[in-house]
């Protein structure tokens, strides 16, 4: 079956860094991508791994263990509009061009 | 970068009545297109894959009559929720992508059944 954890709270100070986990079980692998989710709002992409390594992009950054079924995404530099939930999200191996299976998403709160 | 646009982003209905949700990809052609429903506090949950001329795939546990997907062009997919109740009231969302490229998704439908 397809299984992704990922805490489902954090909590964090302004200016500070966090570190969100990813673990995945899937049948299939194509990539892993981080979205940022508001309340109410769509998903808007954060960042996309497919080998293993880090991606850096500006506060944002993805690492990704194929082997060990790993990913975090870490942000620095907290900002509160960085409040949000932080979903990971996996590509099956189908090639469909955006079928993705989700984690729960965990809640980020950025506090002063 | 792609766009899709979703359209309604709210709408309210009468429990009974059909709503038709729309989802077009603005600047590519999109041969397959994903349907998602949210509900508060929870993850996106894949209802259903929208195969442009063809029939839909819909995930286990999803109604087939219950969501009528069409996906009639390589532009536009439509989600008509069928004699909508309550417990139908949700987000959802679409997404469209190309091979080896990151989902795109629409802005979201908030559907109120009352």
């Known amino acids: 079956g397809q299984n992704i954890d990922q805490p489902t709270e954090m909590t964090a100070t302004e200016g500070a860094i966090v570190q969100i986990n990813c673990t995945y079980q899937t049948s299939g692998f194509n990539g892993l991508f981080w979205y940022q989710q508001h309340a109410g709002e769509a998903p808007t992409f954060l960042s996309y791994?497919?080998?293993?390594g880090l991606e850096e992009k500006g506060r944002f950054s993805s690492f990704l263990s194929r082997s060990k079924g790993y990913s975090y995404l870490l942000l620095k530099e907290l900002q509160m509009k960085d409040s949000a939930s932080y979903l990971c999200?996996?590509?099956?191996?189908?090639?469909?061009?955006?079928?993705?299976?989700f984690g729960q998403g965990t809640e980020l709160s950025v506090k002063p | 970068g792609a766009v899709v646009s979703q359209h309604p982003s709210r709408v309210i209905c009468k429990s009974g009545t059909s709503v038709k949700i729309e989802c077009r990809s603005l600047d590519f052609q999109a041969t397959t297109m994903f349907w998602y429903r949210q509900f508060p506090k929870k993850s996106l949950m894949l209802m259903a894959t929208s195969n442009e001329g063809s029939k839909a795939t819909y995930e286990q546990g999803v109604e087939k009559d219950k969501f009528l997907i069409n996906h009639a062009s390589l532009t536009l997919s439509t989600l008509t929720v069928t004699s909508a109740h309550p417990e139908d009231s949700s987000f959802y969302i679409c997404?469209?992508?190309?091979?080896?490229?990151?989902?795109?998704f629409g802005q979201g439908t908030r559907l109120t059944v009352v």
């Open positions: 999200a996996v590509r099956d191996n189908d090639n469909q061009g955006g079928k993705l299976i």
């Open positions: 997404s469209a992508g190309q091979r080896n490229t990151e989902a795109f």
């Open positions: 791994n497919v080998l293993d």
